[in-house]
């Protein structure tokens, strides 16, 4: 009878003290990690990195307590997810503060779509630091696309140095962990390819414009990860031949443009930003930081596929495997060349013409630290990643192998019909710039203290262009609302983002119906780039409300 009773004393304490359905509770501490050999001390999410995956039901409520245990106030953004502005978890905005030190933040909202999203700080650099986790949002239904099994790929940019350190050396030496500039070897090669008028003109017109072609990613010397584990690790999903794997791939990574593969393996797209489109195969995805895709493979045999993400810079790679069995490991492609960027990615075929005014262009000085790659990977403990020696692909966007399907955004169609396919009212042009010799990035010539928020009115259609006047890449991110990709298809198919990655040199439209209250923040979603002024404010005010300021 005592072991009956103790049993069912037992019983009761674990239903009392379970998480209710759609809730959950989120302790971040600090806590020091080894990945792939190097330690160093990071932000958790309940001791983890990244955080725990939240699954959530299309239409359920949520509540998300928030534990902060740091000495430093910290906040959750839930990246992509529509719902209340003051739970948008964004300091200074809505009237929210950030969690302050010891204190617990309870979010509560309402779950209105399905699909791939993630979460993470937005308080400072925490984001770097380890602050990140994935969300897995199941339909009210089912999957428009069925599969056997269900996999989140998270890639992400792991180091050992303080987000605080990185900034500093950015604003110090913006060309700081540039390893990769074109040498006097180089300068010999091009000679012999292009003759030396051709390549004394190319060298001149650089350094007039104090711009670097080798600069694709400002920050470099990272660990790549998939799911918080270094290649060696090597992260194993299993499967059964023939058997439908969707993978959802997440870039939560600070500062890393990722090309994903899995050689031998079509990639079905069946969802970009959690939003669901057409099936388009591909071989290949060029991830920008802070979007998602889902897509479906269908492996076959009795064989390891690997799953291979390298960053742009090609500095290293995230891997991982989809195996029938633990413990195998297939064959791991390697590196391509790196590309050098061209003065068309600036949109100009030479230098004729060209306005002497570079206040919102990309600069950069040439005389930076002469540390080599070889230097740097020893300075880090890792193995220099072998490449391809192929001649260097030339532009932002080459590099793929001949016959390689690309995923392009003009090949997004949304599955279903949007609901607005009016026109715009009006067109909102927001300028992508920046001055690299000060390490200052912004939005309209305007650093975010400097700005003026762009207001909307509550239900207008607005066309939203970016221009990017720089020759880095920008993935623009807003919160609190999708917008439909100007890409070519018809209005009713235009595909749903939140994340939108604008090419160096390049332009690129997006419609928008300002159908949710509030002030929401719209930047790059390059860490440092935000954090160096690549930031505004879009307020959304219903006629004769009162946004909290």
Known sequence: ?????LAIVCTSLAFSTAAQAGEYTLTIDKKIVDVGGRKGESLTINGQLPGPTLRFKEGEDVTINVINKLDEDTSLHWHGLLLPADMDGVP?????????PGTTFTYQFKIRQSGTYWYHSHSGGQEQEGLYGSIVIDPADKEPV?????YVVVLSDFTTETSDDILANLKSDSGYYNYARRTAGDFFSDMSDKGIGATIKDRLAWGEM????TDLADVTGYTFLVNGKSESANWTGLYKSGERVRLRLINASAM?????????????VVAADGQNVQPVIVDEIRMAIGETYDVIVMPKGDKAYTIFAQSIDRTGYARGTLAPREGMSGPVPPLRPRALLTMNDMGMDSMEGMDHDMSGMDMKGMDHSKMSMDDMHKMHGTKKPEAVEDKKPMGWASGAPSGTKVLSYADLKSLKKQKDTRSEER???VRLGGTMERYIWTLNGKKEADATPIELKYGE?????????????????????????????????LPNKHMVSVPPGQSYSVMLTADEAGEWAFHCHLLFHMQSGMMNKVVVARLGAEVTK
Not at 1 to 5: G, P
Not at 146 to 150: E, F, L
């Open 146 to 150: 069925p599969s056997d099994r269900d």
């Open 92 to 100: 200074m905005f809505n009237g929210f503060h950030g969690i302050k």
């Open 210 to 213: 104090r711009m670097d072609p």
């Open 427 to 429: 067109e909102i042009v």
């Open 256 to 268: 890393t443009y990722f090309d994903f593969a899995i050689p031998g393996l079509k990639l079905i």
């Open 1 to 5: 009878m005592k072991r009956l009773i």
């Open 461 to 493: 259609r607005v066309k939203l262009t970016f221009i990017n006047d720089t020759m880095m890449a920008h993935p623009m991110h807003l919160h609190g609302m999708f917008v439909q990709l100007v890409n070519g298809q018809p209005a009713e198919r």
